[in-house]
């Protein structure tokens, strides 16, 4: 298989098998876990590890296609800047599926709108971010706009892209986001707290905020310099143990001699509660202009 394999990505189909297998052999093959079945009629060696450009391929040839074009979810992979990973690989087309790992989005797409990354192609970067923003919830949909803008893509680009979009469904949603999306963010939790605050109302934060202390330059996930308040996101992985805490803690208590009021939040806040940390917030600005 291996000249296949070189051709496809790391995958080939049943009946480029059958050159050299028979069926039964197929069967053992797959029931040993030698072989694993990416799509209908297409498979890969155990030992190749699983990618984007492989399951586009393996996508396209088990729809017996010569072309196809990762979109959406798959797109954003391809692109860098995913930040939703729904275990299903997202292409373009009008022919079904017969694999509920594999959506065909029947979507028209120009030409122009296409261009190919690493041998696969796939939708451009503002045409994906575009379709993402009308599509995920709102976010999602911010952080994917937060990290593409970091990555290099510009706003004006995106504003083109909506406008040759407008009328289609969650435009009006991706309209509003592209004005709110900000290079400045750093994750895509951060991004997802800032439209918190935003849809709780509050003056809009500015992402990395920096603080010049006593110290040395303090940098802040989210804050308003006005107020000196401070919004900070809480990572499981990035803000726990004890090397997290002699990193941070000396930041913060620096912060607080400057007079800086820090608040804090964690995931479960920011999706389901997140009037635990805009609340207060709310109450802390109300003081410090009063």
Known sequence: MEQFCDRQFGVFTTRQVFLEYTRAELRALLARGEWVRVFHGVYREATTPSSVTLRVAAARLSMGLTFLAASYHTAAELHGFSVINDGLTHVLGIQASRSQRLIVHRDRVDPAQLEPINGIVTT????????????LPRMDALATLDLALRQGLSRAELGVEIERQAGRRGCRQAAELIT????????????????????????????????????GPRRIDLGWRQW???????????????????????????????????????APHVYQHPHTFTEPIRQAIATRRA
Request: contains cysteine; aromatic residues 6%.
């Open 124 to 135: 451009n970067a503002a045409r994906t971010c575009v379709d993402l923003a009308r599509a």
């Open 180 to 215: 709110l999306a900000d290079c400045r963010a750093e994750s895509p939790m951060e991004s997802r707290t800032r439209l918190r605050c935003i849809d709780a109302r509050l003056p809009h934060p500015e992402p990395q905020l920096e603080v010049q202390t006593q110290d």
């Open 228 to 266: 000196q308040i401070g919004l900070e996101y809480d990572s499981a992985t990035w803000h726990s143990g004890e090397p997290a805490a002699v990193r941070d803690n000396p930041r913060h208590n620096s912060l607080t001699t400057q007079g800086w009021t820090i608040f804090y939040t964690a």
